[in-house]
Every structure is written in structure tokens, then in C-alpha cells.
């Protein structure tokens, strides 16, 4: 159980990132992204550090996905060896005999009906 907890933990950091990478990225829009300006000689141009973006999003997308199947097969096999529960009562009634409670009231305690509706003129 150690492990889908560790395993859990990573994927919600490694989605994290993922968001932020994506809302940092410049979209057609702008976005939140990197902003126009800025010198192109400096340590990262934007043109590189859109490439460094995009490429940071794919491994991302790929290490979410690799840790959704790894959850899932660590999920699987800590679930594998339990039984069936058949605990529930699946007794069935034949329709001849009546069930308490389900259907039509009985006669006597139907509501008798004197022909008066209350509201409605004749």
C-alpha cells in the first residue's frame, strides 16, 4: 500500500507541473506564457524557451500517463485476492404470493370515497 501512496503522490506532482508547464506555454491568446519582449541573446531565447517548453510537456504527458498505468497495475494487484462478496439476499418471491408492503393497499384500508371532491363544483 506503501507504494500506490508514493506512486499517488508522484503523479499529483508530476500533474502539477504539467499544469503550470501548460499555462506558462504562449498561446495565440497569450496566455500567461513567457511574454513578448526580452533580448535574444540572453541564457534562453523565446524561441528556445518555447521549444524547452514543449518538450518538458511531452515527458510530462508521458511520465502522467506512465504513472496512471503503473497506479492501475499496483491497484489491481493489491485488490486481486479478495473474494466475491455474496453477502446480499437474492431470495425471489414467486409473483402468487403476495408481498407485505409492495402494490395495492388492502380494501379496508383504502380510502372510502363519498363522492364529494373537495374544491370542484358540480
Given at each position: 500500500?506503501?507504494?500506490?501512496?508514493?506512486?499517488?503522490v508522484?503523479?499529483?506532482i508530476?500533474?502539477?507541473?504539467?499544469?503550470?508547464?501548460?499555462?506558462?506555454?504562449?498561446s495565440e491568446?497569450?496566455g500567461?506564457?513567457?511574454?513578448?519582449?526580452?533580448?535574444?541573446?540572453?541564457?534562453?531565447?523565446?524561441?528556445?524557451?518555447?521549444?524547452?517548453l514543449?518538450?518538458?510537456t511531452?515527458?510530462?504527458?508521458?511520465l502522467?500517463?506512465?504513472?496512471?498505468?503503473?497506479?492501475?497495475?499496483?491497484a489491481?494487484?493489491?485488490?486481486?485476492?479478495?473474494?466475491i462478496?455474496?453477502?446480499?439476499?437474492?431470495t425471489?418471491?414467486?409473483a402468487?404470493?403476495?408481498?407485505?408492503?409492495?402494490?395495492?393497499?388492502?380494501?379496508?384500508?383504502?380510502?372510502?370515497?363519498?363522492?364529494?371532491?373537495?374544491?370542484?363544483?358540480?
Amino acid at each position: 500500500m506503501s507504494l500506490f501512496l508514493f506512486l499517488t503522490v508522484v503523479q499529483a506532482i508530476v500533474a502539477f507541473a504539467l499544469v503550470v508547464v501548460v499555462l506558462m506555454q504562449r498561446s495565440e491568446g497569450g496566455g500567461l506564457g513567457i511574454g513578448g519582449g526580452g533580448s535574444p541573446g540572453g541564457l534562453m531565447s523565446a524561441r528556445g524557451a518555447a521549444d524547452f517548453l514543449t518538450r518538458t510537456t511531452k515527458w510530462l504527458a508521458v511520465l502522467f500517463v506512465g504513472l496512471s498505468i503503473a497506479l492501475a497495475a499496483v491497484a489491481i494487484g493489491a485488490t486481486s485476492g479478495r473474494s466475491i462478496d455474496d453477502s446480499l439476499d437474492r431470495t425471489v418471491v414467486p409473483a402468487s404470493q403476495p408481498v407485505e408492503g409492495v402494490g395495492a393497499a388492502p380494501a379496508e384500508q383504502a380510502p372510502a370515497d363519498d363522492g364529494a371532491l373537495s374544491g370542484v363544483a358540480e
